[in-house]
């Protein structure tokens, strides 16, 4: 059986804003040396270009107005877990919906 094809899962990122200590940016496109993740800054993930662009309004607003938070882009990797590969048996289940 062929491996599933990656190319589309390639620089995909999450974007998580971090606190730091210690550490003066000089410019919105740094990283500190050590971050602690606080939380997501969205649900979804972003292309390299869409992850840039947050990165730099973010970290350039945080720089003087949040001193210790900054964005950080998280390359990640998208899987399915149960999704099954092709030419593999798969036992239908009945989708139960719920009440209105």
């Known amino acids: 059986m062929n ?8 620089d995909l990122f999450r974007v998580w804003i971090a606190s730091y200590d210690n550490w003066r940016p000089a410019g919105w496109d740094e990283t500190p040396p050590v971050a602690v993740a606080v939380a997501p800054a969205e649900n979804d993930c972003f292309t390299a270009d869409e992850a840039a662009a947050y990165l730099e309004g973010f970290n350039t607003c945080a720089s003087d107005d949040s001193p210790g938070l900054w964005a950080i882009a998280v390359p990640v990797v998208i899987r399915y877990e149960g999704d099954p590969l092709p030419g593999e048996k798969i036992r239908p289940r009945r989708l139960r919906l719920r009440a209105r």
Request: proline share 12%; aromatic share 12%; net charge positive.
């Open 3 to 10: 491996e599933p094809r990656r190319e589309s899962y390639r």
